[in-house]
């Protein structure tokens, strides 16, 4: 199957959502909700690219390529659309980057500074949001300051994290009977450190 990109014929397998097939082929399209091998829903906005025949911009995370496709990557109306998006998931992230022991690690902190997305532009975040760390078991704590919602926790347990209210106000919980089920690789889906590894204090 061959698609373009970027004014650019490539060929892919058309087995994989566009996501996977332009990582294959080289060309970077970051995300925020997504991760290899993991279950998902798109959800954050980062990675979504211009299919240039409909008119429309799409997630390339959930989407598959068709046959004779065109899109576009690094156009600056598809850039702009993914600093929104980081924008917003920074709105709803209330921790202090320049103290956070897990910065050097952090998806969303590394992607705003090589986007220029503005940590202010959308106002404070829900009060609602939990501040202190929670201890889900054994070595694996949660902050929910640091949580984005991309739900990468709540899709990959069984029992475990779940969403909570809704709209601006919806956070991730996980109940006190759940968490000694949580597998502690789940950790590794976290894409701002909210899941980490730590011994207790």
């Known amino acids: 199957m061959r698609i373009k990109v970027n004014n650019e014929w490539i060929d892919v397998d058309g087995s994989r959502v566009l996501l996977q097939e332009l990582c294959a082929a080289g060309i970077r399209v970051p995300s925020m909700c997504y991760a290899d091998g993991a279950k998902h829903q798109a959800s954050c906005m980062v990675c979504m690219v211009k299919d240039v025949r409909k008119g429309q911009m799409i997630p390339s995370c959930s989407t598959l390529p068709q046959e004779g496709m065109e899109i576009e990557t690094d156009s600056e109306e ?30 969303l902190r590394e992607l705003a500074l090589q986007f220029g997305a503005k940590w202010v532009r959308y106002g404070k975040p829900s009060s609602s949001v939990h501040e202190e760390r929670i201890h889900v078991n054994g070595a694996l704590f949660f902050e929910p300051a640091k949580c984005i919602r991309c739900g990468l926790c709540v899709y990959n347990t ?43 204090d």
Do not use: W
């Open 78 to 107: 598809v850039l702009e659309l993914r600093r929104m998006g980081l924008e917003l998931l920074l709105s709803d992230h209330r921790a202090r980057c320049g103290v956070c022991e897990g910065k050097g690690k952090c998806k």
């Open 158 to 200: 069984v029992d475990g994290f779940t969403f909570v209210n809704r709209g601006f106000e919806m956070q991730v919980m996980i109940p006190e009977e759940s968490r000694e089920h949580v597998d502690e690789r789940v950790a590794d889906l976290c894409p701002t450190g909210a899941l980490y590894m730590k011994k207790e």
